[in-house]
């Protein structure tokens, strides 16, 4: 009998173990690491304004592009690590106005990357009302004469050499990557430690087995804390500041300095200012597989004294994996002298008006 209540104990025992394993903040927690160690994955990211008030657009000077919430975002990223190479491609839809779609092929390894020539002879016509008549002339010349180029690739350093005419340094663009990745790991880890201090009662499973969580103005204080932290860590951030001012370690050391300061000092207004809210709602559905199939975001900022107000809602989705174009070789990519030719033969019409 004692046998059986001990098997009975420790069975209960196993069971309140388990079902702690997959509480809500566990599957929330769980589902952020298993997308992070996917050595291969494809995500649709689309990011929505909701309301903008009239204020805050003045001073982001969005006034060429016009009212921001009828403007929709879509990005999507193809990622291999094991094959050392990544596929962006962005989508920027101004309702029935215009649509600007860019593309990128990435090594990993170097950090180079390489343009596709067809998005530029595919740009949805539209985008000419954003051109004075002289500009659009120019690219239709330069596009119409070097319809060879088509399908080759711009190396987007090169280019930016030829075009600046200064010298980018390969070793820099190396680092730069590198630098790049060892920070977007940083900020993964501060957002999964922060997720980790929250209680357990705030995560939240409802009937789709969506998991819920909401995060206060208190919330991101605490979060810009923490990444802070972790971003000190390593001089990560303080090499991408140098490189990408030009300036030295030292200055670029006291501008993250200052950064960082400001940044804590504006969330900690916020906080104690009763006039302010600052909120998000995440709404994860977890997966098995890919970590999680969706992720919603919606945050919100108000300033009932000011008037000001800002709403956008980012969905993520974890699409099945889609394979990664090779990266170009040598032949394949746009050479000194076609981008010359090409930049010689706008300057011609450009000069000519």
Known sequence: MKKAMALISLLALLLVTISGCSSPKSEFTSALQKVAANKQYTADVTMKIDHLSDNLAEQLNVDPIGDLTNATLDYSLSYDGDAGRSLEKIDFLFGNQYDLQFETLTDLENGRVYVPVSVIYDTDSSLQSLFSDQINQVLDTVLSNNKDLKDKYLDFYE???NITNKTID???????????????QQVGVAIYDFLNTLEDDRFKTNKDGQVTIELTKQDFTELAKQLTQELNQSDAIVHLIADNNQTSKKEAEKEWQTMKKN???????????NDQSLTAKLIMKPDANKGFSSLKIKLDYQNRQTKENIGFTTDITMQDFQEIPALPTNSQIVTKKELDKAISDGLKVYLSE
């Open 159 to 161: 280019a930016m050499q």
């Open 170 to 184: 390969q070793e820099s663009v190396k680092m730069q990557a590198k630098s790049m990745n060892e920070l977007q």
């Open 263 to 273: 940044l804590l000092a504006t969330f900690k207004t916020i906080e104690n200012d």
